[in-house]
């Protein structure tokens, strides 16, 4: 992970990413006292410490987009970044409590950790030490907590996820009129094979390649997907030979919910070699990992909380006990379009990525996907978790006719398992 060439060839891509991602600001206190709602004073932004705990370092994609987006929301909100103290890759076990105790002991006002499985640690934190706000991203336990200084948030990222399978489908849309693909890449039914390396057999993951799909059959219906896991977040390896197996079964477009530049790599040698191959990422730009074969990726913009929370601290204020947001408030993105893009394409970005925006457009919209070859019209989501709370029922996330995705709570809660998709390796 901390080899020399991957270091490098990370921060080219970051770089190029940084490009295509537009800053977000917001009001600022700068080095002024600030002031709550109620007109009382608190410190300085300038003298308020923040503790952060990161499961990965600067080379690794998803950690490295929440580097950048907590240095541009201390600049937004006067925080100096001398006052930002780091914890760089906190395995998920008993070492993140004990990173959150060290950061208290040092002054810190709250403690941010940006990986699910510190949520457990993080919550442990917040019950030793009330006076200090804890947030445990992607998480989806402080609801049920009954803690008040603890919090979980996410982004809407199943929007961008959407927006980057509308990509990908406008590329099989010329692939297919191109006559440039062979049987190898149609299944049994005559449909186009795409498909997705994933982490884990998550909720978040699982969100995230079912919105990809959408998306993709939001401009070419007949297709069909395969997805892989690699049980890691971060594995390079796994990720290039998972890429390998589906481009082998004649997938065509793979998408990714894993961290590294892995999958692209691998897809750019194959397209190089003539396979009509292209990759779908996440986090960062891979363009400079796969010019010919990459078409974008989902990205999260993540200053945009990061900016509401610490304003929330320097005003001695609550951070949002669940927080998740997305094209509306530019929190999510799509990467630049790589030149092998279909023509059209920024077109019919600009066109959905507006939908999503007014609302006339729903992701997960019910009349898009069948369970078993039926409509849906309810799923109740577990809100209890590993609470065993009878008080707290499941609650329904279908109404008006869609899936209301990081509504009821701010992690992604969509776990069906839709037609058209294939699970290969999940356990």
Same mark, same amino acid.
Request: net charge negative; glycine share 10%; with cysteine.
């Given at each position: 992970?901390?080899?020399k ?8 891509v ?6 295509a991602?537009?800053?977000t ?20 932004? &300038? ?25 541009k ?53 917040a019950?030793?030490f ?35 399978g ?12 191109n006559?440039?693909?062979s049987?190898a ?14 982490a ?23 297709? &069909? ?10 594995d ?6 998972a ?34 191959v292209?990759?779908?990422g ?9 010019p ?32 998740s947001?997305g ?5 999510v993105?799509?990467?630049a ?10 077109a ?11 609302g ?7 009349d ?20 065993d709370?009878e ?9 008006d006719?869609?899936?209301?995705? &990081? ?14 998709i ?6």
């Amino acid at each position: 992970m901390k080899k020399k060439l991957v270091s490098m060839v990370l921060a080219t891509v970051m770089t190029a990413s940084l490009a295509a991602c537009g800053e977000t600001t917001a009001p600022t206190t700068g080095g002024q006292t600030a002031t709550t709602d109620n007109g009382g004073s608190t410190a300085a932004a &300038s003298d308020v410490k923040i503790g952060v705990i990161l499961v990965g370092d600067e080379n690794e994609g998803y950690t490295y987009a929440h580097i950048d987006g907590i240095k541009k929301a201390a600049a937004n909100v006067g925080i100096s970044e001398d006052n930002i103290l780091w914890k760089y890759s906190v395995p998920e076990d008993e070492s993140c409590y004990e990173a959150a105790v060290d950061l208290v002991d040092q002054g810190c006002k709250a403690v941010f950790s940006n990986s699910y499985g510190h949520q457990s640690f993080m919550q442990q934190a917040a019950g030793d030490f009330a006076d200090v706000q804890f947030v445990a991203m992607t998480g989806d336990t402080a609801a049920m907590s009954g803690l008040s200084n603890f919090s979980n948030a996410f982004t809407n990222v199943y929007e961008s996820r959407y927006v980057s399978g509308v990509v990908a489908g406008m590329k099989v849309a010329e692939l297919v009129e191109n006559g440039a693909l062979s049987d190898a890449n149609y299944d049994a039914d005559g449909k186009v094979l795409i498909g997705y390396v994933g982490a884990y057999p998550y909720a978040e993951v699982v969100s995230g390649y079912t919105a990809f799909f959408l998306g993709v059959q939001s401009i070419y219906k007949d297709v &069909s997907m395969e997805v892989t896991y690699t049980n890691s977040w971060f594995d390079i390896a796994a990720e290039g030979e998972a890429a390998n197996a589906l481009m082998a079964d004649g997938c065509v477009i793979i998408g990714q919910h894993a961290d590294s530049t892995g999958a692209p790599a691998a897809i750019q040698a194959a397209n190089a070699q003539g396979k009509p191959v292209y990759s779908v990422g996440y986090n960062v730009d891979m363009l400079s990992v796969a010019p010919d074969a990459a078409l974008t990726s989902a990205t999260n913009n993540w200053s945009v909380y990061y900016t509401d929370a610490f304003n929330a601290v320097v005003n001695g204020q609550k951070i949002p006990t669940d927080w998740s947001k997305g094209y509306a408030d530019d929190a999510v993105a799509i990467t630049a379009l790589g030149a092998s893009a279909a023509e059209g394409t920024q077109a019919k970005v600009d066109e959905v990525i507006a939908a999503i925006k007014d609302g006339s457009l729903h992701v997960f919209s019910t009349d898009s996907f069948t369970v078993g070859g039926s409509k849906l019209d309810s799923h109740k989501v577990d809100m209890n978790g590993d609470f065993d709370n009878e008080d707290e029922e499941d609650k329904e996330a279908i109404w008006d006719g869609y899936f209301h995705e &990081s509504e009821l709570r701010a992690a992604p809660s969509f776990d069906l398992r839709i037609d058209g998709i294939k699970e290969l390796t999940a356990e």
